[in-house]
Antibody, heavy 127, light 108 residues
Framework: EVQLVESGGGLVKPGGSLRLSCAAS????????MNWVRQAPGKGLEWVSS????????YYADSVKGRFTISRDNAKNSLYLQMNSLRAEDTAVYYC????????????????????WGKGTTVTVSS | SYELTQPPSVSVSPGQTARITCSAD??????AYWYQQKPGQAPLVVIY???ERPSGIPERFSGSSSGTTVTLTISGVQAEDEADYYC???????????FGGGTKLTVL
């Protein structure tokens, strides 16, 4: 069964740090881009960061650039998000999501969508 | 970065057709994807590449695209379809992923 399980969430003070983990199983982890997506309480989904299968390509949303670091360990089938200088507005449920991506030769377009999601881990930033 | 614009809410009666739109200039060149999220659950992709339906998603869910607007259509809405729906795409370079603000579908 294809599965993603996040862990590492918790309560942290503003300015503090936290490291999230996502354990993958049931598929060839290294073959997929992976993403972190968050959802603040009562709000919509916000893409946070993505990393290619080889870790060669890494991208961040402007809201977290310079504070968060995404990484992966393909030998351990694991995805990570190191979060530093945390702010109250970082409070959210953080989901890891597998990305199904490729090139459609019929339309000459690339595609990127998240086809497998974990259940999420909650991060609360509060004094 | 750019934004995908969705209506905050849509309401329909059971059996009717619900249409949820998503607009952005980049949608003329990038595919759109649709996710359903029920309370307390992770999102679930219901439409990918504008109009393709993953296995296991009911046929009443369909997608279409016209210029800079994509539309999720749910035909014969059922009570279980009540959820938040999000469109998602990428910027023109494929670097950033972006979600729309979400649309709450209410089944009256």
């Amino acid at each position: 069964e294809v599965q993603l399980v996040e862990s590492g969430g918790g309560l942290v003070k503003p300015g503090g740090s936290l490291r999230l983990s996502c354990a993958a199983s049931g598929f060839t982890f290294s073959s997929y881009n992976m993403n972190w997506v968050r959802q603040a309480p009562g709000k919509g989904l916000e893409w946070v960061s993505s990393i290619s299968g080889s870790s060669r390509y890494i991208y961040y949303a402007d809201s977290v650039k310079g504070r968060f670091t995404i990484s992966r360990d393909n030998a351990k089938n694991s995805l990570y998000l190191q979060m530093n200088s945390l702010r109250a507005e970082d409070t959210a449920v953080y989901y890891c999501a597998r990305e199904h991506s490729g090139y459609d030769s019929r339309t000459w377009r690339y595609y990127y969508y998240m086809d497998v999601w974990g259940k999420g881990t909650t991060v609360t930033v509060s004094s | 970065s750019y934004e995908l614009t969705q209506p905050p809410s849509v309401s329909v009666s059971p059996g009717q057709t619900a249409r949820i739109t998503c607009s952005a200039d980049a949608l003329a060149k990038q595919y759109a994807y649709w996710y359903q999220q029920k309370p307390g659950q992770a999102p679930l992709v219901v439409i990918y590449k504008d109009n393709e339906r993953p296995s296991g998603i009911p046929e009443r869910f369909s997608g279409s695209s016209s210029g800079t607007t994509v539309t999720l259509t749910i035909s014969g809405v059922q009570a279980e379809d009540e959820a938040d729906y999000y469109c998602q795409s990428a910027d023109s370079s494929g670097t950033y992923r972006v979600f729309g603000g979400g649309t709450k579908l209410t089944v009256l």
